[in-house]
């Protein structure tokens, strides 16, 4: 693997690093639809890159000083967007790659946003409420030039949650010193968040999972579902598979999880999580590893935890059909070939997850408009588009011969450069 002058070196070489694993996908979908060189070269980096260091009054009255990062890859087809992660293996590397996952997403469901993404080095789970309060304002306050409902608007990804978007929101709206809702996404719904944002993410995957078994002639009631995750993604796309009548064979949290072949009853194995914080100890199915879970055989496999969970080293071990993917970058680019030479039909993450995404586009358009939809008008919103980008991937896959990864990001590629061909180059 080559190494890109936007890798840290120390990453370099590697098959996990998650900006070589988009950057070669890049690459190869670029080459393919024979992209102008300029603007190759203008998209492959990103605009702009934010480190933030932020002081935090601790519990015991220490300050910690806390690394945060805002990549904002793109603004060619509107606002930069994406979300903030909390954890801490956050890199600069990590977040780059996810911006740019960011544009390519937004592009293939077509909604009128860029790509940017925010982490924070930290371990949330040793942390009081207080000092991720403290953390998130003081953060938001040392991006406040770079936000902005037509600058970059930022929402939940992993270990962050409604009431972390709603310290960004007000933490931003006092200094403009009136209330800026649009601000951010995946709010509570109280103050200006979206019917249907918390589900949306699951609720996508449920939607092209659909068209999916619709492609292929299956029948959802015989059809077993493997679901690695249990938080927003995983927990709740997991819920609305076995409403729709799906068989959730198996499902895990990052302790392990818990197979078993006649079928899980969801609601009560995430009950029993929220009870006991492991799914250990369940007696309806068995304890089972992450790494046994991915391996099971099964009809749709939803990887929706993190990255670099199918490599070349546990690729030609995997048994589904369909590889729906509620992760961003749960594939490695190595693994992607050998997938498809099993014949697994892989949705690829920026097309999966995306429902994510347009339902915040659709809380974005509710803030600024000040009118809000019914649940009902946003699922069913939800699922045009879902279904709409789902067939036009599979056709771009269909009439270029290459699978649906590299379909869809020539799809994204080929709208983001046609825009920016159109506003002209500011060079
Ligand atoms: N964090 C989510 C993602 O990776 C949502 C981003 C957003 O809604 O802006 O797609």
Same mark, same amino acid.
């Given at each position: 693997?080559?190494?890109?002058?936007?890798?840290?070196?120390?990453?370099?070489?590697?098959?996990?690093?998650?900006?070589?694993?988009?950057?070669?996908?890049?690459?190869?979908?670029?080459?393919?639809?024979?992209?102008?060189?300029?603007?190759?070269?203008?998209?492959?980096?990103?605009?702009?890159?934010?480190?933030?260091?932020?002081?935090?009054?601790?519990?015991?009255?220490?300050?910690?000083?806390?690394?945060?990062?805002?990549?904002?890859?793109?603004?060619?087809?509107?606002?930069?967007?994406?979300?903030?992660?909390?954890?801490?293996?956050?890199?600069?590397?990590?977040?780059?790659?996810?911006?740019?996952?960011?544009?390519?997403?937004?592009?293939?469901?077509?909604?009128?946003?860029?790509?940017?993404?925010?982490?924070?080095?930290?371990?949330?789970?040793?942390?009081?409420?207080?000092?991720?309060?403290?953390?998130?304002?003081?953060?938001?306050?040392?991006?406040?030039?770079?936000?902005?409902?037509?600058?970059?608007?930022?929402?939940?990804?992993?270990?962050?949650?409604?009431?972390?978007?709603?310290?960004?929101?007000?933490?931003?709206?006092?200094?403009?010193?009136?209330?800026?809702?649009?601000?951010?996404?995946?709010?509570?719904?109280?103050?200006?968040?979206?019917?249907?944002?918390?589900?949306?993410?699951?609720?996508?995957?449920?939607?092209?999972?659909?068209?999916?078994?619709?492609?292929?002639?299956?029948?959802?009631?015989?059809?077993?579902?493997? &679901?690695?995750?249990?938080?927003?993604?995983?927990?709740?796309?997991?819920?609305?598979?076995?409403?729709?009548?799906?068989?959730?064979?198996?499902?895990?949290?990052?302790?392990?999880?818990?197979?078993?072949?006649?079928?899980?009853?969801?609601?009560?194995?995430?009950?029993?999580?929220?009870?006991?914080?492991?799914?250990?100890?369940?007696?309806?199915?068995?304890?089972?590893?992450?790494?046994?879970?991915?391996?099971?055989?099964?009809?749709?496999?939803?990887?929706?935890?993190?990255?670099?969970?199918?490599?070349?080293?546990?690729?030609?071990?995997?048994?589904?059909?369909?590889?729906?993917?509620?992760?961003?970058?749960?594939?490695?680019?190595?693994?992607?070939?050998?997938?498809?030479?099993?014949?697994?039909?892989?949705?690829?993450?920026?097309?999966?997850?995306?429902?994510? &995404?347009?339902?915040?586009?659709?809380?974005?358009?509710?803030?600024?408009?000040?009118?809000?939809?019914?649940?009902?008008?946003?699922?069913?919103?939800?699922?045009?588009?879902?279904?709409?980008?789902?067939?036009? &991937?599979?056709?771009?896959?269909?009439?270029?011969?290459?699978?649906?990864?590299?379909?869809?990001?020539?799809?994204?590629?080929?709208?983001?450069?046609?825009?920016?061909?159109?506003?002209?180059?500011?060079?």
């Amino acid at each position: 693997m080559t190494t890109h002058p936007y890798a840290d070196d120390a990453m370099s070489f590697k098959e996990t690093n998650p900006f070589e694993s988009m950057m070669s996908r890049f690459d190869e979908a670029a080459r393919l639809i024979n992209l102008d060189p300029n603007i190759y070269k203008i998209l492959r980096s990103p605009s702009r890159e934010i480190t933030v260091y932020i002081p935090t009054f601790m519990d015991d009255g220490r300050i910690e000083v806390f690394t945060g990062y805002r990549v904002q890859h793109s603004f060619v087809r509107g606002p930069a967007k994406g979300g903030i992660r909390y954890a801490p293996d956050v890199s600069l590397d990590e977040v780059r790659a996810l911006a740019a996952w960011m544009t390519w997403k937004c592009a293939v469901v077509n909604v009128p946003f860029g790509g940017a993404k925010g982490g924070i080095v930290c371990d949330p789970q040793k942390m009081s409420i207080g000092e991720l309060e403290r953390m998130t304002r003081r953060y938001t306050a040392e991006l406040l030039d770079f936000l902005g409902p037509e600058k970059d608007v930022p929402a939940p990804d992993m270990n962050t949650n409604e009431q972390v978007m709603a310290w960004i929101m007000d933490t931003f709206s006092m200094h403009a010193r009136h209330t800026v809702t649009a601000v951010v996404t995946g709010k509570p719904i109280e103050i200006g968040g979206s019917r249907g944002r918390r589900e949306a993410t699951g609720r996508g995957i449920l939607f092209v999972t659909n068209e999916a078994c619709k492609k292929f002639n299956m029948d959802i009631s015989k059809t077993r579902v493997v &679901v690695q995750g249990s938080g927003n993604v995983g927990g709740i796309g997991a819920q609305l598979m076995q409403k729709e009548g799906y068989k959730i064979i198996a499902i895990s949290e990052i302790k392990g999880g818990i197979y078993n072949p006649n079928g899980i009853d969801v609601n009560d194995a995430l009950e029993y999580l929220k009870q006991n914080k492991t799914y250990e100890g369940y007696k309806e199915a068995d304890f089972i590893t992450n790494a046994e879970l991915l391996e099971l055989e099964c009809d749709v496999l939803v990887p929706a935890a993190t990255e670099n969970q199918i490599t070349s080293a546990n690729a030609d071990k995997i048994k589904c059909k369909i590889l729906s993917e509620g992760a961003n970058g749960p594939t490695t680019a190595a693994a992607d070939q050998i997938l498809y030479d099993k014949g697994i039909y892989v949705i690829p993450d920026i097309l999966a997850n995306a429902g994510g &995404v347009t339902v915040s586009y659709f809380e974005w358009v509710q803030d600024r408009m000040g009118f809000f939809w019914r649940e009902d008008e946003v699922n069913s919103r939800l699922k045009d588009t879902m279904v709409e980008s789902f067939w036009s &991937v599979n056709r771009y896959a269909e009439k270029h011969g290459v699978n649906m990864r590299i379909a869809a990001y020539m799809l994204a590629i080929d709208r983001v450069a046609y825009d920016l061909k159109l506003r002209g180059i500011y060079a």
